[in-house]
C-alpha cells in the first residue's frame, strides 16, 4: 500500500522501525538547480509512504528527526544524491546509513551494471519499470503512476541489501564497505562544499 502525503511531513506517530528505505524524487539531477520535491521511504513491510515537500518552506520536522536518528539506518540507493539533496533543502546530515550500489560495487565487481534496476534483476529477480523517471516531479500532486514508481524505489532495498550482506561476507569486504557507509555522509557533504567534481583522495 501506498501512502501519500501532500505537501506535508511525515505523521507523529508513524514508526518505520530501526532500518528505513530512503528514496527521493527532485526536478532533475543538477544538486543546486534542481529542487527536491518528494521523499519516499518504506520499513521494508511492502508499505511506501511518500512525502510531496512543501517547496516553499521545506518544514517537515519528523522527517527531519528519522534522517538524524543516530538508531535508525537509513537505506538508499546512491545515497550520495539523496543525502547532498537533504542536507541543501531540508538542512539536515543524513545518518548512519547504508547504501546499496556502494555495497554492489564492492561486492558484484564481476559486472559494471550497478543501477537499482539491474542489481534488483539480478538478486531478486525484479523487473522495475522506470517509465516515470523523468516525469513532472514538481506537479501539483503526483499521478498514480508517479505514485507506483516513487514507491517501488524504495520497496525492494531491504531484500537487496540483505543479499548484498551476504556477497560482502563472503567477498571479505564488509569492514570496508561499513568505512565506506560511515563516510558517505561526508562525501555528500564535500558535494555541497565545493569538491563536487573533485576526488580529495586522487593524487592530482
Ligand atoms: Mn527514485
Sequence with gaps: MT?????GDLPDDLD?????AIDSETMGLRLRRDPLCV??????DGNAHLVQLDRTAYDAPNLKRLLTDPKVLKLFHFGRFDIAMFL??????????????IASKLART??????????TRELLQVELSKAQQSSDWGAD??????????ASDVLHLHALRTRLDTMLVREGRMDLATACFAFLPH?????LAG????DIFAHM
Design 3 to 7: 501512502h501519500y502525503l501532500h505537501k
Design 16 to 20: 518505520l522501525g530501526s532500518v528505513v
Design 39 to 44: 521523499v519516499q521511504l518504506s520499513s521494508g
Design 88 to 101: 541543501l533543502h531540508l538542512g539536515v546530515l543524513t545518518a548512519p546509513v547504508y547504501c546499496t550500489k
Design 110 to 119: 564481476y559486472t559494471d551494471r550497478h543501477g537499482l534496476k539491474d542489481v
Design 141 to 150: 500532486s503526483l499521478s498514480n503512476d508517479q505514485m507506483a514508481y516513487a
Design 187 to 191: 562525501r555528500a557533504a564535500l558535494d
Design 195 to 198: 569538491w563536487e567534481d573533485n
